[in-house]
């Protein structure tokens, strides 16, 4: 399991949304490239980017990310809008080989499964659901679909992992929903990185006390650390196993 420190992009500046509602924006720091570089220097060897804006459909936060991943050595996971081949060749000139499909997995699962046969086992399933229905365009609209019939989907089309995501969890500090990822797992057979309401120590010691063989791979923890709830390079130093540079997920 591993830790995956998380920086939310609005106007080029790190923030987090309560519940994925826009209205609750809070601006945490004005550099999000030096916070990256923060979170490498604590131990992280991953960060997960999401560009709201590009979530919304309301520009995007392209080059903050490029200068990101220009800036640090860890995988550099992206999500928000990316939606067409164009913003996936964007990507992989900017250098991220971890890519987020939420939006565009929901309404085209056949045009992601397009990117992977052209570039590659790159492309994770970012599964955002609200009482078990997939949430869509930076989770302001329904999908009608059901979160285990997209993990079970993204398995059959060579997606390597999902981001599983409680929106009534996010931004909550509420704790994680831990059962609900496991079931996502279990119903995919993928890795599955949990995310939302993580909000102290404790929670990550509830997710490790599961076990490897509940299938989460990870756990994406961003408000508890801007709070200062928790302290990034102690959860790393404690609860960070194995050589994330060896896996394919």
Not at 126 to 147: N, P, T, Y
């Amino acid at each position: 399991m591993i830790v995956i420190p998380a920086i939310d992009l609005i106007n080029g500046k790190c923030v987090r949304l309560t519940k994925g509602d826009y209205d609750t924006s809070k601006i945490y720091n004005d550099d999000p490239v030096e916070t990256a570089k923060a979170f490498e220097a604590a131990g992280a060897k991953r960060i997960h980017i999401v560009d709201l804006d590009a979530a919304r459909g309301d520009g995007n936060n392209r080059s903050v990310i490029k200068s990101i991943r220009n800036s640090v050595s860890a995988v550099v996971e992206t999500g928000g809008g990316i939606r067409t081949t164009d913003d996936v060749k964007e990507l992989v000139d900017c250098g991220i080989t971890r890519m987020i499909a939420g939006t565009v997995l929901a309404k085209d699962p056949d045009l992601v499964a397009g990117w992977i046969a052209g570039f590659g086992k790159y492309f994770i399933a970012g599964i955002d659901a609200l009482d078990g229905e997939v949430k869509v365009s930076g989770w302001e609209k329904g999908s009608g679909l059901s979160d285990t019939g997209i993990a079970k989907a993204s398995a059959e089309m060579g997606i390597i992992s999902i981001v599983y995501t409680n929106i009534a969890k996010d931004g909550t500090l509420s704790g994680p929903d831990i059962e609900n990822t496991v079931r996502i797992a279990k119903e995919s057979g993928l890795p599955v990185i949990l995310s939302g309401g993580i909000s102290s120590k404790d929670d990550f010691k509830q997710v490790a006390a599961v076990g490897s063989e509940s299938g989460i791979a990870g756990i994406i923890t961003g408000k508890a650390i801007y709070e200062g709830r928790i302290d990034t390079a102690s959860v790393i130093a404690e609860f960070q196993t194995g050589n994330e540079g060896s896996m394919e997920w």
